[in-house]
């Protein structure tokens, strides 16, 4: 088996929260593929290691393509793109976190494809199923063979055991026996199915290009460059069907009362995506307005920690007064194909993709916004490389609270003993970062920028925020079966 090499060396990623996946759907148009490659390529952001497509052609059946690195370098190529045929595709870009690590294996790459007895269907999912290790052990031993080690295959398995007369009733099904987190876009030979779990916690559009063309994606960002019109968000616990220009929509799910993803809204998601009618920017920048009210502090800068703190950066600067400016310049062409690196390179750390504006920096006193904290490791490098440049104070301001818990629904988290806010004070973290000040803004803070006006309501949060408060709105059965110790109750 063919195995993807190491990940090529990137000096930020071990220090980011990376989401797992985007998914991706057509159905109505001649050359359904290539609209699905441009979408994936618009939420490449989701995922950079792999991406596949399968499509459906009335003569041709079906057919997949499934490759190692960026959509730009695999679905772009006339003897690719020819393979897969049809006015029906799907497609899916991944990180791993269920599945394998590091190496990650071909088979492990999405779409999966199964065959039933009333035809063939895909399937690609964005999310994590927190009692998928409990569903394989059961399927295993009931005779099903496993062909990857991704948790998102236990769904065609039970699909396949289900005895549902249509392969959509089968996948409700299905997802009536797992927990956890899916936003799944699906198809059949004439279907283009799409999935969001009862609590919403991923998210999924509906768009339109004509009168009987539809997609599916993970962010309407993906909508934009195939010039479809946004009609809609897949509501939490919705199922649609798409089938002859029309869309049929069933709630497959008890009710519940929805956690969208709180950090789709700090990080996760392009600035330009809408999330909950909401412009992801606008929620960004206003983060950094109520950072600005929470934590104000003197300075002669608003400098964003590229990119993900740059609409934070310029709301802390329109709310304080204090001039925003680029005072860290990132290296736009370094990707993640970089070289091979040897020690000496790695020690570089952060220098390979950051660089400090050394003639607007010096002498100044500094405020570095940044999306968040996690090993803190990075945060440290750049403090380093601002005060070599001669900056006379440097002051952290955090636009998401203290990542102090691991996610298991769809973000590869370290382990919470690798958390730096799992075992230290934010004035702990602060002495060990070595800044002049380090502030984080409040989880009602942060409700307050996703419009939440009233902040966080305790008692019923209108979000998943598991990550900064530890209240996991779905128990990862999993991992508490592996000795993981769930926040005591308050």
């Known amino acids: 088996m063919r195995q993807m090499p190491a990940h090529p060396f990137d000096p930020l990623d071990g220090d980011k929260l990376k989401e797992e996946c985007g998914v991706f759907g057509v159905v109505g148009v001649s050359d359904a593929a290539n609209f699905v490659a441009l979408g994936l390529h618009a939420l490449q952001h989701r995922g950079q290691e792999a991406g596949g497509i399968v499509s459906h052609h009335p003569e041709h059946g079906f057919n997949s393509a499934r490759r190692f690195g960026y959509v730009r370098d695999n679905f772009t190529k006339p003897d690719v793109m020819e393979t897969l045929p049809g006015p029906l595709a799907i497609g899916h870009v991944r990180y791993s976190t269920a599945g394998s690590k590091g190496a990650t294996a071909i088979r492990d790459v999405q779409p999966f494809f199964g065959e039933f007895s009333m035809g063939g269907a895909a399937i690609a999912h964005n999310g994590n199923l927190t009692n998928a290790a409990a569903l394989r052990r059961e399927l295993i031993e009931r005779g099903s063979i496993f062909q990857s080690s991704s948790d998102s295959e236990c769904i065609i398995h039970l699909m396949a055991r289900s005895i549902q007369k249509t392969i959509a009733e089968r996948m409700k099904d299905a997802l009536r026996r797992v927990e956890g987190a899916f936003s799944i876009v699906a198809m059949t030979r004439t279907k283009l199915i799409g999935v969001r779990d009862p609590l919403g916690v991923r998210p999924l559009v509906l768009g339109r290009l004509s009168d009987n063309a539809w997609a599916l994606a993970s962010e309407t960002?993906?909508?934009?460059?195939?010039?479809?019109?946004?009609?809609?968000?897949?509501?939490?616990?919705?199922?649609?069907?798409?089938?002859?220009?029309?869309?049929?929509?069933?709630?497959?799910?008890?009710?519940?009362?929805?956690?969208?993803?709180?950090?789709?809204?700090?990080?996760?998601?392009?600035?330009?995506?809408?999330?909950?009618?909401?412009?992801?920017?606008?929620?960004?920048?206003?983060?950094?307005?109520?950072?600005?009210?929470?934590?104000?502090?003197?300075?002669?800068?608003?400098?964003?920690?590229?990119?993900?703190?740059?609409?934070?950066?310029?709301?802390?600067?329109?709310?304080?007064?204090?001039?925003?400016?680029?005072?860290?310049?990132?290296?736009?062409?370094?990707?993640?194909?970089?070289?091979?690196?040897?020690?000496?390179?790695?020690?570089?750390?952060?220098?390979?993709?950051?660089?400090?504006?050394?003639?607007?920096?010096?002498?100044?006193?500094?405020?570095?916004?940044?999306?968040?904290?996690?090993?803190?490791?990075?945060?440290?490098?750049?403090?380093?490389?601002?005060?070599?440049?001669?900056?006379?104070?440097?002051?952290?301001?955090?636009?998401?609270?203290?990542?102090?818990?691991?996610?298991?629904y769809g973000v590869d988290t370290p382990e919470r003993s690798k958390l730096l806010a799992a075992s230290m004070s934010e004035e702990e973290m602060r002495e060990w970062i070595g800044v002049d000040s380090l502030k984080f803004i409040s989880l009602d803070g942060l409700y307050r920028a996703a419009g939440e006006a009233g902040g966080r309501n305790a008692a019923a949060p209108q979000y998943c925020d598991a990550c900064f408060s530890g209240e996991y709105p779905v128990a990862p059965s999993d991992k508490i079966s592996e000795g993981f110790e769930m926040k005591a109750a308050e």
């Not at 509501?235 to 519940?256: L, N």
């Not at 929805?258 to 996760?268: D, L, P, T």
């Not at 440097?394 to 298991?408: D, E, G, K, M, N």
Request: charged letters at 25%; proline letters at 7%; hydrophobic letters at 40%.
């Open 221 to 408: 960002c993906a909508l934009d460059i195939i010039g479809a019109e946004f009609v809609r968000e897949i509501e939490p616990g919705e199922m649609v069907v798409i089938e002859d220009g029309k869309v049929q929509s069933t709630r497959p799910f008890a009710p519940a009362a929805s956690r969208f993803c709180i950090f789709e809204h700090v990080y996760f998601s392009r600035p330009d995506s809408i999330l909950g009618g909401r412009s992801v920017y606008e929620t960004r920048r206003q983060i950094g307005v109520e950072l600005a009210r929470e934590a104000p502090v003197g300075a002669d800068l608003v400098c964003p920690v590229p990119d993900s703190g740059t609409p934070a950066a310029i709301g802390y600067s329109q709310e304080s007064g204090i001039p925003y400016a680029m005072g860290i310049i990132r290296n736009q062409y370094m990707g993640r194909t970089f070289i091979e690196p040897t020690e000496s390179i790695r020690n570089m750390g952060v220098r390979l993709k950051l660089n400090v504006n050394r003639a607007l920096i010096k002498g100044k006193r500094v405020i570095l916004v940044d999306d968040s904290v996690v090993r803190g490791t990075t945060s440290r490098k750049i403090k380093d490389m601002i005060l070599e440049a001669g900056a006379a104070e440097v002051h952290f301001r955090i636009a998401s609270p203290p990542t102090s818990w691991p996610c298991f």
